[in-house]
């Protein structure tokens, strides 16, 4: 069975940078896995802000960013801001099926 | 904008069959997306992809809930739905439906009880 691998949690002072990341039981992660990044927050549905590794939606903060790093998807946040305290989830693709990781819960403090 | 809503009962015994429907406004199903997704969170865990039909009609499905899952599409209602068979209380969880993966709709609850 494939497993999806985030930090559980990461903390950032306000102003700072943070790198989530995201990696693959049966691999490094590439483009052909399609990276996508979620940030959800409670009582919310998810919302989309990275897809196919580092395309943005039109709606996503400049401050994210997406990326390969070191074999894994990773998510980068330049500049924190208070509203970004979130669980962040990644997605990948596996030839058909998708995966997504167990969450990163990000405090920004 | 395209905006998902879905609906279904909140309330469904153990060992019967979740039924929930997926209504798109703000375009039609038929164009400007490639699939289109159900995802789903029980209270307090992460997400979970249970499966994507394009509008095609060909469909993926998470593999562990393959045999128990069904994803159909009906272009005349705007509308995509997801059947989900013999339910546990395990299958209790917040249902989203998504347009691929870009907008989602705000969730529903389904509980698994009698």
């Known amino acids: 069975q494939t497993v999806v691998t985030q930090e559980p949690s990461l903390t950032v002072s306000p102003g700072g940078t943070v790198t989530l990341t995201c990696a693959s039981s049966t691999g490094a992660v590439t483009s052909d896995y399609y990276p996508n990044w979620f940030q959800q927050k409670p009582g919310q549905a998810p919302r989309a802000l990275i897809y196919s590794t580092t395309s943005k939606h039109s709606w996503t903060p400049a401050r994210f960013s997406g990326s390969l790093l070191g074999g894994k998807a990773a998510l980068t946040l330049s500049g924190a801001q208070p509203e970004d305290e979130a669980e962040y989830y990644c997605?990948?693709?596996?030839?058909?099926?998708?995966?997504f990781g167990g969450g990163t819960r990000l405090t920004v403090l | 904008q395209v905006q998902l809503q879905e609906s279904g009962p909140g309330l469904v015994e153990p060992s019967q069959t979740l039924s929930l429907t997926c209504t798109v406004s703000?375009?039609?199903?038929?164009?400007?997306?490639?699939?289109w997704s159900w995802i789903r969170q029980p209270a307090g865990k992460g997400l979970e992809w249970i499966g994507r039909i394009y509008t095609s009609g060909t469909t993926n499905y998470n593999p562990s809930l393959k045999n128990r899952v069904t994803i159909s599409v009906d272009t005349s209602k705007n509308q995509f739905s997801l059947k989900l068979r013999s339910v546990t209380a395990a299958d209790t969880a917040v249902y989203y439906c998504?347009?691929?993966?870009?907008?989602w709709g705000q969730g529903t609850l389904v509980t698994v009880s009698s």
């Open positions: 998504a347009r691929e993966f870009s907008y």
């Open positions: 703000g375009g039609s199903i038929t164009s400007g997306a490639d699939f």
């Open positions: 997605l990948l693709f596996y030839g058909g099926a998708w995966v």
